[in-house]
């Protein structure tokens, strides 16, 4: 069974950093497109950013501060968030995919709270 776990959320003041990860049962080249998916209060889940290969995609509110990676030996994907501000205060999800007879394969981890206050 595919499972994506989630970790290195917590507390931290505005101007701060986090590293998110995400570790998959399996291997991550299984997956076409892995991502994080952010959720606030009151809100949809929206994408924050996504990596193809070796190509990434922002969302235009996180460009420029968050990264995301892959370390494929070791199953994968972080997420370095720099220059937090309290609007990035959410659950963050990781999210893999692949194609599988035609249809999207989509699965989801559990999700991690970052909250940026002071």
């Known amino acids: 069974q595919v499972q994506l776990v989630e970790s290195g959320g917590g507390l931290v003041q505005p101007g701060g950093s986090l590293r998110l990860s995400c570790a998959a049962s399996i291997s991550i080249f299984t997956f076409s497109t892995m991502g994080w998916y952010r959720q606030a209060p009151g809100k949809e889940r929206e994408l924050v950013a996504t990596?193809?290969?070796?190509?990434?995609k922002y969302s235009d509110s996180v460009k420029g501060r968050f990264t995301i990676s892959r370390d494929n030996a070791k199953n994968t994907v972080y997420l370095q968030m720099n220059s937090l501000k309290p609007e990035d205060t959410a659950v963050y999800y990781c999210n893999g995919n692949y194609p599988l007879l035609g249809v999207i394969r989509d699965y989801w981890g559990q999700g991690t709270q970052v909250t940026v206050s002071s």
């Open positions: 990596i193809t290969g070796v190509t990434t």
